[in-house]
């Protein structure tokens, strides 16, 4: 991987980070599926390289039939293991594993864009939205939120009883303004983070640390199986951002 590394003081090294394990049960070859006019891989690759003055677009797969999408896409391939390639590896151990190969080769980024190929509906802006927040509030991580269009009091969990059991309990449901405790929950379309502060506190996650939010725009979408994947193309025929047309991922190619 190439590094632009600039003088201490001037603007940090950010690296596009895309994660595409080629393992999916809910969806085979998931990253590899049409959306548009390319693939879930192919749009946060392109979404990735408009970001500017970065270190570049890498994709960690262990797949490949990804790596070869990536390259073509012109990112960068970065390979993964299989012992961390499997349903039950982490986020934070596969960084990690990165992380240590490009402290090796003395590449290591100051921020890491965190683009997931399944939450393609994301724009330039948003991504420079999250970037500002992330350094004007001195943050850890900064990521997208959409507003819950209900209270979580309405929330519950299902003990081995079968029993119900309220995950906010002395709440009453019914009686909750609609106005009241505005709510969010992450959409997973931007994740950004400071690498030094990750490598440090060693969180279990990538949003951790003192954190920032935005409240994204665009449609919010975590596609895992067949008919998130068709409700995302059935977002096509009302959502034409002119973002993504100018990058070609919607409209007519020609």
């Not at 665009?218 to 977002?235: H, K, N, Q, V, Y």
Request: hydrophobic share 40%.
């Amino acid at each position: 991987m190439h590094s632009d590394a600039t003088d201490p003081g001037t603007s940090p090294n950010i690296l596009v980070f895309v994660p595409a394990r080629g393992g999916s049960k809910g969806i085979p070859s998931k990253n590899l599926q049409g959306l548009g006019n390319g693939s879930l891989l192919h749009w946060a690759v392109a979404i990735g390289q408009t970001v500017p003055d970065t270190m570049g677009v890498c994709v960690s797969t262990d797949h490949p039939d990804i790596a070869q999408a990536a390259r073509d896409s012109g990112a960068e391939v970065l390979d993964r293991p299989d012992e961390i390639s499997q349903d039950h590896s982490t986020v934070v151990e596969m960084l990690h594993y990165h992380l240590d190969a490009m402290d090796a080769e003395g590449t290591t980024p100051d921020i890491i864009v965190y683009l997931e190929p399944t939450s393609p509906f994301r724009t330039l802006e948003e991504i420079m939205a999250c970037i500002a927040a992330l350094d004007a509030g001195k943050l850890d991580a900064v990521a997208t939120f959409q507003a819950l269009s209900y209270h979580p009091s309405w929330l519950v969990t299902v003990d081995e009883h079968c029993c119900v059991q309220r995950l906010m309990p002395g709440r009453d449901a019914w009686n909750v303004a609609e106005s009241e405790d505005a709510s969010y929950a992450l959409t997973g379309a931007v994740y950004v983070f400071r690498v030094s502060s990750f490598r440090e506190a060693r969180p279990k996650g990538i949003f951790f640390g003192k954190t920032g939010h935005l409240v994204q725009s665009s449609p919010a979408i975590d596609i895992d199986t067949p008919f998130e994947l068709d409700t995302a193309r059935g977002m096509l025929d009302y959502y034409e951002h002119p973002f993504f047309t100018s990058l070609g991922l919607i409209g007519d190619p020609g």
